[in-house]
């Protein structure tokens, strides 16, 4: 199953350190029957664009919980085994658990913002919180964010993203 892992520029230094995206349980987003429910499509594309999308939500409140770091939202698109993913219930459309952590050999791609995004995903990480209890003033500011579409990168560029 591809799940998508919400993470930050300074989370991607331990998981080039450790070879793994940890500790378990990791959160993360998948193509469910939740998120199929939510987007009211079955196109496959729109789906892990969807999952992409709230990973990268997700993203914005790690970054808040980090303060001072790079403000660049992160998603790690990842391989894993059916059997070790279970619904996160309450966690929104989509919302996993990997139940052990991810080998960096398991993980596929790594979508980041770009530096001219940094402005917008500063203000979004600030708002993060009040956007999740509706507060629509902090939800123009992630939608601001999230006009920036994440970069694809090879999991062999990690050295030079977190460089």
């Excluded at 378990?24 to 729109?46: N, Q």
């Excluded at 980090?66 to 990842?78: I, M, N, S």
């Excluded at 070790?84 to 050999?105: E, F, H, M, Q, R």
């Amino acid at each position: 199953m591809r799940v998508y892992v919400p993470s930050t520029p300074t989370a991607l230094a331990a998981v080039r350190r450790d070879a793994a995206v940890a500790p378990a349980p990791v959160s993360a987003y998948a193509v469910t029957a939740e998120l199929r429910d939510w987007c009211g499509t079955e196109d496959a594309e729109e789906l892990e664009y969807a999952a992409t999308v709230l990973a990268g939500r997700m993203s914005l409140a790690l970054l808040a919980q980090e303060g001072d770091g790079r403000p660049r939202r992160v998603v790690l698109a990842a391989e894993v085994p059916d059997t070790i993913v279970s619904a996160a219930p309450g966690l929104g459309p989509g919302a996993v658990l990997v139940d052990g952590t991810i080998p960096l050999k398991r993980v596929a791609a790594i979508h980041m913002d770009a530096e001219d995004a940094e402005p917008a995903v500063r203000a979004a990480s600030a708002a993060a919180a009040a956007a999740q209890d509706g507060d629509a003033a902090a939800e123009a500011l992630v939608e601001a964010a999230e006009e920036h579409e994440l970069m694809w990168y090879a999991t062999q560029e990690l050295g030079d993203l977190i460089g």
